[in-house]
């Protein structure tokens, strides 16, 4: 008979005879028909891939932009028209982009065999009464599975036996800390995934003893199973510039198609012949059409990918790079990014009072170590006591290797000159009592005096309290007040840190048998020990500057409360007056969508959080309108890191499918580079934003001249050739050398950018129309100054200048507001050699012989070339004008 519906059962509340009852799983383990009949209800163990595009869907899917297919269309005109190199240079660009978006689409896919590598391949199970191996696929619920170290658990479990058993679920929950197993039953209601201690997850690895537990859920009805129904669901954004740009294309293209349709048409009203204005407008619109923009945002991106590299920050997919620029939350976890990830001595108790471990005598000499017991100060008894009753060990350089909790004891006490190494030749380790997760205790044997030994007892500060008579003194005993060592234990958890205890008992002898109720009572309190894993140095400064930038740096752990709002503090994402900011995992829960969409933005830290709530605050910033970069390291992260506008997974801690679901990986797991991706994402738009500011001054100045000169009554400036050369010359090198612009100086000084706000936002719109507007009024002026002269001699200067004009331009747009000649002419080496390439190049138009037969120019001669020289300084001249006035409304 097949096990009833379990999906609202919560099987840590249950008692392990009502668990084996509701799945009918008997002492013997199932039989093999009705393994077959609960297989087919409930289906094989495995995780359930959608069905995938293919690859050529995949490819097919990039020429979907409608920027993307107006240059296709620009790249058949340029064809048709006999401009071969054109085709040829936009295809390129197109293929370019195609490729691109296709690696990236299909490195997203992979993020689903990553999580189904975490399934173990095969588990030992009780079936018919003998113990098997099987395929972790074969696997049903009732199921009974043998466990032990090394092992990953195959399918979600509720544990009927655990002997030291521990398991790393920090791929899971995200706490660093392995979890001691138990077997009784919870009451508790409503615990994060974390606290489910009497539960054993699929996927995670056990780390220590052995145990044996009854398949609950398989497949994708076990915790990752859910984890992975979650990352398939989840679509990624666009980013905020694939978003602009697709608006802008499609309004520039019926922009472009009006003008050029005005042009053709007042050309045949002037007169001019229907091939040469057909020919123009065709010209004129695919010179409008900024064909290099895909090219230097590609550019951008993968220069600045490249450069982010070096700053410790590996960009898995493009359009990551500019989405920092908009980031206006970043929810990042706690272990390892904001802090160290390892743990410290930040207390000790004893003598009555609180120290810090600086405070603490230190040994120097070896000697001093092999004293007896008694010959110890309090201190030093206590610093012994931490070396010895302790499992860590040292690998081949030296390095502790042990649990966090232990290895951070240990380092304490060679610190200070107690080296277990040194200890243990006079106090060897007669005997011992295993840490349990039940009692929360540990245990050890060494020689005392006088024939004597001690037993030295670990553990949970309030079990090592309730268990002692007296506190150590080496004067005499002391009573043990309770009440006001439990209130110091609290005091100690109250600013977030892990408290142990621990506590002496002398025996005349190694007691027989060891029973722990006996070992452990009856104890004299040696001290108490407040431990913590503290933040990186750099991290408090990181966030300040997140601060400053607007951006709101906010923590998701699966940490304690105390432990995260503590750290919170300390490194400056809670300021020391805020109170009632900090959400667990359990009031998360109670919230209905509407009312996290209230409170989210109050909320500076979140604790004890399961995955599917971090996917909660995520959608919830962004309803607010806010563009979220989440950072995890657990497969629990991976739907976060998808859906967050930017995804950033740990390179060092990460799992590989954190990893795959993510934009952005860090290579060094720290906070602090998070924030210099902000910044560089804030560079690259800028200059992106430069290069639109540039080249579509630069296009509109080309619109402005051929448009403005029939409505004068002057005939059409430029021939076609003349346009799509400075389309050709101008566009390309120039435009891409801004992608090497160096950071404005206020770039980490101002709000995010709104994601919403259009792409011509803060002036830029303004600034095109004017600077466009004047372009082509130069060049039109310089029509009619000249027009008494042969046409190749104005149109040479027309040409000229117009070219020229476009050069001043983009030294004058290289800042906001700074001047050209204060930021330097070569701190953007590669635009000073672009603009100077391009000086040559239009001088080459003139003054070569066979350029002149292509171009249909003449040579000037010098007092010409100085006026075309003076007339194409304006547009540098005007620009630097409107950056002083803004210069000089800011000082006001």
């Not at 407008?281 to 450069?307: F, N, Q, Y």
């Not at 234990?489 to 506590?503: D, K, P, S, V």
């Not at 075309?868 to 950056?883: D, N």
């Amino acid at each position: 008979m097949a096990p009833k519906d379990n999906n609202s059962l919560t099987w840590y509340q249950l008692d392990l005879h009502q668990v084996a009852e509701r799945l009918q799983s008997p002492d013997q383990g199932l039989t093999l028909s009705e393994v077959e009949t609960r297989r087919a209800e409930v289906g094989l163990n495995e995780l359930i891939e959608k069905q995938r595009k293919s690859i050529w869907m995949m490819f097919l899917d990039q020429f979907k932009d409608f920027m993307i297919l107006v240059l296709i269309a620009a790249a058949v005109i340029s064809g048709v028209i006999g401009e071969v190199a054109d085709t040829i240079a936009i295809t390129v660009i197109v293929l370019l982009n195609a490729i691109l978006g296709f690696i990236q689409e299909y490195r997203a896919e992979k993020a689903m065999a990553a999580l189904k590598k975490m399934a173990a391949p095969s588990a030992n199970v009780v079936r018919d009464d003998k113990v098997v191996t099987i395929p972790v696929g074969q696997l049903v619920p009732g199921d009974r599975v043998l466990l032990e170290a090394g092992n990953i658990v195959p399918a979600d479990l509720r544990l009927t036996e655990a002997v030291q058993l521990q398991i790393n679920e920090a791929a899971l929950t995200g706490e660093s800390l392995t979890v001691e197993k138990i077997t009784q039953a919870i009451q508790e209601a409503d615990l994060p995934l974390g606290d489910r201690k009497n539960l054993a997850f699929k996927g995670t690895l056990i780390t220590k003893g052995r145990g044996q537990g009854i398949v609950t859920e398989t497949g994708m009805q076990t915790q990752l199973g859910q984890i992975a129904t979650l990352l398939q669901d989840q679509e990624e954004g666009r980013t905020p510039l694939q978003k602009r740009l697709a608006t802008f294309g499609q309004k520039l293209a019926y922009v472009i198609l009006a003008i050029c349709a005005i042009v053709f048409i007042a050309g045949l009203s002037r007169g001019e012949p229907p091939l040469l204005m057909l020919l123009t407008s065709i010209s004129l619109a695919v010179a409008a059409i900024p064909e290099a923009l895909p090219a230097v945002i590609t550019i951008s991106l993968a220069l600045g990918a490249r450069k982010l590299v070096k700053q410790q920050a590996l960009i898995r997919k493009l359009p990551a790079v500019e989405t920092l620029g908009s980031v206006s939350y970043i929810c990042t976890d706690k272990t390892g990014t904001l802090t160290q990830n390892r743990m410290t001595v930040e207390q000790v108790y004893l003598n009555g009072e609180l120290v810090a471990p600086d405070e603490l005598p230190v040994t120097v000499e070896e000697s001093q170590t092999q004293r007896s017991f008694t010959e110890l100060s309090h201190p030093e008894l206590l610093l012994c006591a931490l070396s010895l009753c302790n499992d860590t060990r040292l690998d081949g350089d030296d390095e502790a290797v042990g649990d966090p909790t232990e290895t951070a004891l240990f380092e304490l006490a060679r610190e200070k000159g107690f080296l277990r190494e040194s200890l243990e030749k006079t106090f060897p380790r007669l005997a011992e009592i295993p840490f349990d997760a039940e009692r929360k205790l540990m245990t050890t044997f060494h020689p005392w005096s006088e024939g004597k030994v001690v037993s030295i007892t670990k553990g949970a500060a309030e079990e090592i309290v309730s268990r002692s008579t007296h506190e150590y003194s080496p004067a005499e005993q002391i009573e043990i007040n309770q009440d006001q060592l439990q209130s110091t234990a609290e005091q100690i958890a109250r600013e977030g840190l892990r408290t142990l205890g621990f506590g002496l008992r002398i025996w005349n002898a190694v007691p027989e048998p060891l029973l722990p109720e006996e070992v452990e009572s009856e104890l004299t309190l040696a001290g108490l020990i407040g431990m913590l894993d503290p933040p990186r140095p750099e991290a408090a400064e990181s966030v300040a500057l997140c601060r400053s930038a607007g951006i709101h740096p906010v923590m998701i752990t699966g940490d304690h409360p105390l432990t995260a709002e503590m750290i919170a503090r300390r490194v400056g994402i809670l300021d020391e007056q805020e109170k009632g900011v900090v959400l667990t995992g359990r009031q998360l829960e109670q919230l209905s969508p509407e009312e996290l969409k209230c409170q989210v933005e109050k909320v500076q830290v979140y604790a004890r959080v399961s995955p599917q709530q971090k996917l909660k605050i995520v959608q919830a910033l962004q309803d607010r309108g806010h563009f979220v970069a989440m950072t995890g390291d657990g497969v629990n992260d991976a739907p976060a890191l998808k859906r967050a506008d930017i995804g950033i997974a740990m390179g060092v801690t990460g799992t590989d499918v954190s990893r795959e679901a993510a934009h952005m990986i860090l290579l060094d797991d720290n906070f602090a580079t998070i924030v210099k991706t902000v910044r560089e994402g804030r560079r690259i738009f800028d200059n992106i934003r430069k290069f639109i500011k540039y080249t579509m001054t630069s296009n509109l100045g080309e619109i402005w001249t051929i448009f403005l000169a029939p409505l004068l009554g002057l005939p059409i400036p430029l021939l076609p050739i003349h346009i799509l050369w400075i389309n050709l010359v101008t566009d390309g090198v120039p435009g891409l050398a801004l992608t090497a612009e160096p950071g404005e100086k206020n770039l980490m000084q101002r709000p995010p950018r709104d994601p919403k706000e259009n792409i011509f936002a803060h002036g830029l719109g303004t600034h095109i129309i004017w600077v466009g507007l004047l372009m082509g009024a130069v060049s039109v002026v310089t029509q009619a100054w000249f027009i008494d002269h042969s046409q190749a001699q104005w149109q040479t200067m027309v040409f000229t200048v117009l070219c020229l004009s476009q050069m001043g331009h983009v030294l004058a747009i290289r800042s906001e507001r700074q001047s050209f000649f204060s930021q330097g002419p070569f701190t953007n080496k590669p635009l000073m050699a672009a603009v100077l390439l391009t000086f040559a190049l239009q001088m080459a138009t003139l003054y070569v012989p066979v350029l002149n037969r292509i171009f249909k120019t003449v040579p000037l001669t010098a007092g010409e070339l100085a006026i075309t020289l003076a007339l194409s300084s304006i547009v540098f001249i005007a620009v630097e004008v409107e950056k002083a006035c803004k210069r000089m409304r800011q000082q006001d």
